[in-house]
């Protein structure tokens, strides 16, 4: 079931309506459950939820006896993350192995239906197996109790990832409607779906269209591309918006995913930006076990130069973590790629840190100047434009082409190319496309006033009620009036639900 569905708002107004019901009742927590498996089940299917359930059966065994013990612990990483991975990897293979030939016709034959969110709730899971072998935590006694944390629908198909410490406490306490709550969430659902369904879904019209075309060069695939990194940011913080809004009307506190990502004056900056979650689970589980490993330590001391052995094992634990972070968004060489690029920039700045500070000395660039933060940024945001098309491509060869589409020639690099209709040969006619183009713009504008530490619906509840209400209003008829609806009024799917 997507966020965007018609069928989403008739099931959340359901299940909030029973679970505040229960509020001074033991059972709002399966309430909660509830609501998780009927979400996972008709976005899954049966067989998909059976094989949920059974995983974190078996988990959930693992963990009560796993404190201190390697042969239990490595197990049960296998069962988490292998299950991901045979979907990730090789359910390809095995549909081959067992393809059945009938009258002349191949019939492929799945011997496993993915469970809904198996990217998200397996690391969940991975960093709740570490807690509870290094004797962290407490393993969950209760085995709905853990299903619910696996299962939480909200979270569950693009996150944020979720820390069993800080969601299973919020998950059994007794929570009550409140009214300020609901107004507040509701302001966070609004501007997220709007984020989606008014800016990233027209902005795909333009990308799905565009991309694939081999007439589209230069300049104009360069632009793409742009257009494609605000379409995957409204995409993804918008879903994420929707999320937290609806926890917040539940009275549960989510980890916040992004903190103006287009403010960010380095590939570094970015991503403590940037899918926060994601990046909290490797840095905590994956970077300073690594930094701090014996293996790393001893291959530091090798290295004669001061420096360099003193910033080795950060740069290259750092390397290594944004390479699965490649994998994890894809099973492609391109997404191998796409680690690979994000890396060489974030090692870099280990690496050359001293050379930067020096030459910002130099020039006597002080953090505050205004003009030089700009600059970075878009220097920023370019180069993360450049890194999107390992993403965008089907293929590690596709992405390369399409980079030498971008490079083909100087006169495909004019500007007067963004201005003689050209870009309206691609879905969008003139007022659609000068509309997407504010909507961007007012992306900015949103992130430079967050940046700022403004937080926009404090700022908003501290005005005259009659001001309020133009912004609802306007929001709502925003979404109805602007708002991109496919076929059976069902906005496109969520590009990050899918990795």
Not at 83 to 92: H, I, S
Not at 431 to 436: E, G, Q, R, T, V
Not at 457 to 479: C, E, N, Q, S, W
Request: proline share 3%.
């Amino acid at each position: 079931m997507e966020i965007t569905s018609v069928l989403y708002p008739a099931f959340l107004i359901v299940f909030l309506a029973v679970y505040f019901a229960l509020s001074k009742s033991r059972l709002q927590i399966y309430a909660i459950l509830a609501a998780s498996l009927i979400y996972m089940t008709y976005s899954s299917g049966i067989s998909g939820t059976l094989i949920c359930m059974l995983l974190c059966l078996f988990l959930w065994l693992i963990g009560k006896k796993l404190k201190g013990s390697r042969p239990l612990f490595f197990l049960s990483l296998f069962l988490d993350l292998g299950l991901l991975l045979y979907f990730k990897f090789f359910t390809g293979i095995f549909d081959s192995l067992f393809t059945a030939v009938t009258a002349g016709e191949r019939i492929s034959i799945r011997l496993l239906a993915a469970p809904a969110g198996l990217s998200y709730f397996s690391l969940s899971v991975a960093a709740y197996l570490v807690d509870c072998y290094k004797g962290k935590i407490e393993a969950e006694k209760n085995y709905f109790h853990f299903l619910t944390f696996v299962t939480f629908f909200p979270a569950l198909h693009q996150g944020p990832f979720n820390l069993y410490k800080n969601l299973m406490p919020q998950l059994r306490e007794r929570h009550v409607f409140s009214e300020s709550a609901l107004i507040s969430g509701a302001q966070r659902i609004l501007w997220g779906y709007f984020q989606k369904m008014v800016i990233a879904d027209r902005l795909h019209i333009f990308v799905s269209s565009a991309v694939p075309e081999s007439s589209v060069t230069g300049i104009v695939l360069f632009f793409t591309m742009i257009l494609y990194s605000f379409q995957i940011y409204a995409d993804f913080a918008g879903g994420i918006d929707i999320i937290m809004g609806v926890t917040e009307i539940m009275g549960i506190g989510l980890p916040e995913n992004f903190r103006s990502p287009l403010a960010a004056s380095s590939v570094s900056d970015f991503w403590k930006r940037w899918h926060i979650t994601l990046g909290t689970i490797m840095e905590k589980y994956v970077y300073y076990p690594l930094v701090l490993s014996k293996k790393m330590r001893s291959a530091s001391k090798l290295i004669k130069n001061k420096y360099l052995s003193r910033v080795f094992a950060a740069a290259a634990a750092n390397f290594l973590v944004f390479i699965l972070v490649g994998i994890w968004h894809g099973t492609g060489w391109n997404y191998v790629v796409y680690g690979i690029y994000q890396a060489v920039f974030t090692t870099s700045a280990i690496l050359l840190a001293p050379v930067y500070k020096n030459i910002r000395s130099v020039l006597h660039i002080g953090n505050g100047n205004i003009p030089y933060r700009i600059f970075m940024s878009v220097r920023t945001f370019i180069i993360l434009v450049f890194g999107r098309y390992f993403t965008r491509a089907g293929s590690l060869a596709l992405a390369f082409e399409m980079f030498r589409r971008t490079f083909i020639s100087a006169s495909a690099w004019r500007p007067s190319l963004l201005f003689d209709g050209t870009l309206l040969g691609y879905g969008l006619e003139i007022k659609n496309l000068i509309l997407a183009l504010i909507c961007m713009a007012l992306m900015v504008v949103v992130d430079v006033i967050h940046y700022r530490n403004i937080r926009f619906r404090d700022h908003l509840m501290t005005k005259p009620f009659p001001v309020r209400l133009a912004v609802y209003y306007a929001l709502i008829f925003g979404i109805i009036i602007f708002g991109i609806y496919g076929e059976e009024y069902s906005a496109s799917a969520f590009i990050y639900a899918q990795f």
